[in-house]
């Protein structure tokens, strides 16, 4: 079984930066498809990105495309989410997850395995 920890969450300004990273352990990383998914404060959990297994396909909800870039070190057992040109909208609470099968953007079913989340706060 795989454990997820995030880091890098925090307070921004708009059109800011930020980096998440999410350390994996228990398990063998390689074998994991990755994603991260999103809940902001009254609205239901959403999908943000995924990556597979050896990086070599990447999803992004429609709403990050081109802001937004997930990436992963399977030499590291990390993945990160670079996020740029960053939106009050974008605040939420940022799960990391993962699942040996792929992630699908439509969250169902949602990955087996998550973080405890990190709070991304976007002031405008």
């Known amino acids: 079984q795989v454990q997820l920890v995030e880091s890098g969450g925090g307070l921004v300004q708009a059109g800011g930066s930020l980096r998440l990273s999410c350390a994996a352990s228990?398990?063998?990383?390689?074998?994991?498809?990755m994603g991260w998914f999103r809940q902001a404060p009254g609205k239901e959990r959403e999908f943000v990105a995924a990556?597979?297994?050896?990086?070599?396909?990447?999803y992004y909800a429609d709403s990050v495309k081109g802001r937004f870039t997930i990436s992963r070190d399977n030499a590291k057992n990390t993945v990160y989410l670079q996020m740029n040109s960053l939106k009050p909208e974008d605040t939420a609470v940022y799960y990391c997850?993962?699942?040996?099968?792929?992630?699908?953007?439509?969250?169902?079913?949602?990955?087996?395995?998550w973080g405890q989340g990190t709070q991304v706060t976007v002031s405008s």
């Open positions: 228990g398990g063998t990383f390689s074998r994991y498809f």
């Open positions: 997850n993962a699942d040996l099968s792929r992630i699908s953007p439509s969250g169902s079913p949602p990955p087996r395995y």
């Open positions: 990556i597979s297994w050896r990086g070599t396909s990447t």
